[in-house]
Nanobody, 117 residues
Framework: QVQLVESGGGLVQPGGSLRLSCAAS????????MRWYRQAPGKERELVAGITVTYSTNYKNSVKGRFTISRDNAKNTVYLQMNSLKPEDAAVYYC???????????WGQGTQVTVSS
């Protein structure tokens, strides 16, 4: 069955770094657009970063220059390297796999990121 399993979240001090991973299975990872979303308490879920099948990337303005999304098709994994973390980056981070062509949009269960001193 389809699975997206996020890992790498945790507690980090402001200015610190975390690397999130999302391991995918049960569908064709290499033909999927992969995205990271986040949702903070009381706020709507928002798109943080995305990477296409041709490795084009896009980022939410507030994370540009600090976050990097990447993918490893051999490992069916997408990553989000987060540097210079700020308290406002704290949220549950979700991995998403999208294929408009094949008509699916799969979500992981999320991983908590807490940024606090």
């Amino acid at each position: 069955q389809v699975q997206l399993v996020e890992s790498g979240g945790g507690l980090v001090q402001p200015g610190g770094s975390l690397r999130l991973s999302c391991a995918a299975s049960g569908f064709t990872f290499s033909t999927s657009i992969m995205r990271w979303y986040r949702q903070a308490p009381g706020k709507e879920r928002e798109l943080v970063a995305g990477i296409t099948v041709t490795y084009s990337t896009n980022y939410k303005n507030s994370v540009k220059g600090r976050f990097t999304i990447s993918r490893d098709n051999a490992k069916n994994t997408v990553y989000l390297q987060m540097n210079s973390l700020k308290p406002e980056d704290a949220a549950v981070y979700y991995c998403d796999a999208l294929s408009p062509y094949y008509g699916y949009d799969y979500w992981g269960q999320g991983t908590q990121v807490t940024v606090s001193s």
